[in-house]
């Protein structure tokens, strides 16, 4: 098992510019989760899917985020547009809906935003 | 105030030396307890699950549940400095377990 998939796994870019990170989670998952981890925050969860279906996105700092997930095996973090403060490391995570408490983490991408 | 709190460290101890990791919450409708590793610029890694109250071992790790205090605790055996890392708790409720909040992790380092 590949494990779950990330890319880029580091992303340089100038405010203004939209972003986008993809994952790939593990076959056969159908939850999955999309984290951001910075010094001064921990790890926060952004948003996660149960089958494909966004089903709490209260995490998402503001309207300049947002994710899809078009289908079981691919789900895509935007950033449109990009500020300095975004700068993170953004985690994607899979599970078995009823084994939420196990959640296999991908290598994250690592965002700066200059 | 945070839901999940926890002492950032660092922790540093020798080979051998029993550590023990510890975090306080205030949601008292927390009822699954997690403990996460993470390696330096990896992503974490489950090592401890336990529902409710109580206790639970895995080799040389034990993690503990006290929720009338509203404590969790991981204790490691036995350190090795392989076991140098950062330990994430999180917890979530019976009503949104999917949703995980997680401490700000300790940062474990065991000297050979």
């Known amino acids: 098992d590949a494990g779950v998939i990330q890319s880029p796994r580091h992303e340089v870019t100038e405010m203004g510019q939209e972003v986008t990170l993809r994952c790939k989670p593990i076959?056969?998952?159908?939850?999955l989760f999309w984290y951001r981890q910075t010094m001064m925050r921990g790890l926060e969860l952004l948003i996660y899917?149960?089958?494909?279906?966004?089903?709490?996105d209260s995490g998402m700092p503001e309207d300049r985020f947002s994710a899809k997930m078009p289908n079981a095996s691919f789900s895509t973090l935007k950033i449109q547009p990009s500020e300095p403060r975004d700068s993170a490391v953004y985690f994607c995570?899979?599970?078995?809906?009823?084994?939420?408490?196990?959640?296999?983490f991908g290598p994250g991408t690592r965002l700066t935003v200059t | 105030q945070k839901e999940v709190e926890q002492d950032p460290g660092p922790l540093s101890v020798p080979e051998g030396a029993i550590v023990s990791l510890n975090c306080t919450y205030s949601?008292?409708?927390?009822?699954?307890f997690m403990w996460y590793r993470q390696y330096s610029r990896k992503g974490p890694e489950l090592l401890m699950y336990?529902?409710?109250?109580g206790n639970k071992e895995d080799g040389r790790f034990t993690a503990q549940v006290d929720k009338s205090s509203k404590y969790i605790s991981l204790f490691i055996r036995d350190s090795q400095p392989s076991d140098s890392a950062t330990y994430l708790c999180?917890?979530?409720?019976?009503?949104?377990?999917?949703?995980?909040?997680f401490g700000s992790g300790t940062k474990l380092n065991v000297k050979p």
């Open positions: 995570a899979s599970s078995y809906r009823d084994r939420a408490y196990e959640q296999y």
């Open positions: 076959s056969g998952h159908n939850s």
């Open positions: 899917f149960n089958n494909n279906v966004p089903i709490d």
């Open positions: 949601n008292s409708a927390f009822q699954y």
């Open positions: 336990t529902y409710s109250s």
């Open positions: 999180a917890m979530s409720d019976t009503y949104n377990f999917n949703k995980f909040y």
